[in-house]
């Protein structure tokens, strides 16, 4: 069994940019996450390293699979800083830590600091990534559709 099962706990000790990621609790988080989570974890400096380098990874191959037709609509361009990125650590029933990854661009306010961002459509500005990071790999990932 995990040994980091502290629901609702979020590490606060961690450095990274509070103005573009929030790091939320699982209790909050429940319902885009699923059954896949049995216990809360925390996430470690090294681990959110690990997410930041499967992220950018897994955004240069998205991007390069674009056919020159569809690209600019559906390209991710995270170096123009407007997007905001969400993460919730947990384990998974083989004991595994995972994290849920939720990014996106449009959104007023800080409700966002505390609360997943959830809407439909969006295309690019808008993609989930679920890491594992145990394996450090990427286990699934969705980008929105333009609607």
């Given at each position: ?129 679920d890491i594992n990071l145990t394996r ?12």
């Amino acid at each position: 069994m995990p040994e980091e099962d502290n629901v609702g706990y979020v590490n606060t000790k961690l450095e990274f940019d509070t103005s573009a990621m929030a790091i939320l609790a699982l209790d909050s988080s429940k319902h885009v996450i699923g059954d896949r989570a049995i216990a809360s974890a925390t996430i470690t400096q090294a681990e959110l390293a690990v997410v930041d380098s499967l992220m950018k990874a897994y955004v240069a191959d998205y991007n390069a699979s674009l056919t020159n037709d569809r690209g600019d609509l559906y390209r991710i361009n995270m170096g123009e800083g407007n997007y905001r990125i969400q993460i919730v650590a947990f384990f998974n029933s083989e004991g595994e830590k995972e994290a849920w990854v939720n990014v996106f661009c449009k959104v007023s306010g800080d409700y966002w600091k505390t609360r997943p961002v959830v809407v439909f459509d969006g295309g690019a500005c808008y993609f989930q990534i679920d890491i594992n990071l145990t394996r450090k790999e990427i286990d699934g990932s969705f980008v929105n559709g333009l609607g």
